[in-house]
């Protein structure tokens, strides 16, 4: 599959590594792919999100981003679901926190050293990377770009999809900024 993946794409692939070296965790999430999408320029998913997510909104996004990492990566739908049945997530990451420190709910954090080898990618990641190339053959398109890495974000569901749609960031709004420009 990888051989589909434009120059570009392949440089959010590993600015997602980067990035989860940079924060320690043990596997590279689909929120790091995000942080790399949004780390590029001169590209069609750049200039998207340039559109639709400006400078002066990310960092709203970044925090709506931090905020679910303390929520275990729980989403809004999932801490409303689990309030209908009278848990309070905010309540218990509050608790948590305040016994063991900030961030302690926070997913996929580097603890005991990080393993050999290449850092593996999550399971959610990996469905971001699949998805991309279901997008791509669905729009006839010889190669996977970051546009199509984006469009799959949008697609995956839980918290990185939620916080792009609401920020304007959803699969109808990049396509159509993609697809019915000359982007570049």
Known sequence: MFERFTKSARAVVKGAVEHADR???????????????LDRDGTRASAALRELCPPDRRPSLAAALADARRRAGLSRADAEALADLGIDVGAIVARVEETHGAGALAAHRENAGRPSGRRPFSREAKTVLEKSLRVAVARKDREIGDEHL??????????????????GVTYTSVSTAVFSSTAP
Do not use: I, Q
């Not at 965790?25 to 790091?32: I, M, P, Q, R």
């Open 150 to 167: 984006l469009l799959a974000l949008t697609l995956t569901g839980g918290t990185v999809a939620e916080t792009l749609a609401d920020h």
């Open 23 to 37: 924060s320690g965790a043990t596997v590279v999430t689909e929120e790091h792919l995000l942080l790399a999408l």
